[in-house]
């Protein structure tokens, strides 16, 4: 064990468990301990950890599944408007109107988002619009339901007029209702 004062400088590239890094900084498990561990002064909890298989916990030493696993005692439902009381928060660097961040979803297959959750912002204190997005199959993704911060809900239209705004371009129906007991 060595201690560095005032930290550790490396120039180059350096390696743990591996003679031969890839990268700047590359470590190799080839054991069942943790990667890489950042830990409280205490050691009593594990903030960050990237376990053998490459899961990564945050608030956890043994993340169970996924590629990250958050864990925490935080419940929005106490309290929505505060943000520490949320697992996760996406939050864009500039407060521009009309401009988003959002959540997308994508498999391997090229760098378009099949499907996106984005919040719109409309005004100060991050007041806006949740937009729900889908791509079929050959097209791009796009907008299939907004709900406005009003509360307002539109599928197929995003300037909901009603509570429950449906708009039909093609030839589908609008709604079909089914009792499958009878």
């Known amino acids: 064990t060595s201690t560095f004062a005032g930290g550790l400088k490396v120039t180059g590239y350096f390696g743990v468990g591996t003679s031969t890094p890839w990268g700047k900084g590359a470590i190799e498990n080839t054991g069942s ?3 890489f561990v950042v830990a409280d002064q205490d050691s009593d909890t594990s903030p960050f ?3 053998s298989g490459g899961i990564v916990g945050i608030g956890t030493p043994s993340p169970l599944a996924g590629k990250v696993d958050i864990y925490g005692a935080q419940d929005p439902i106490a309290n929505l408007n505060t ?8 939050r864009k660097n500039v407060e521009i109107n009309n401009q988003g961040v959002g959540l997308a979803f994508l498999d391997t297959t090229g760098n378009v988002a099949g499907a996106s959750i984005v919040h719109i912002r409309r005004g100060s204190t991050s007041f806006g619009d949740l937009q729900f ?3 079929v199959s050959g097209g791009n993704n796009t907008e299939k ?7 307002q809900v539109g599928v197929g239209t995003t300037s909901p007029w009603g509570l429950l705004s449906v708009e039909q371009t093609g030839t ?9 007991a009878n």
């Open 49 to 51: 950890v990237i376990d």
């Open 172 to 180: 589908d129906p609008v709604a079909v209702f089914s009792d499958q």
């Open 133 to 135: 997005n889908t791509k």
């Open 33 to 35: 301990d943790p990667s």
């Open 83 to 90: 943000l520490s009381n949320y697992h996760l928060v996406l």
């Open 145 to 151: 339901m907004r709900i406005l911060s009003s509360g």
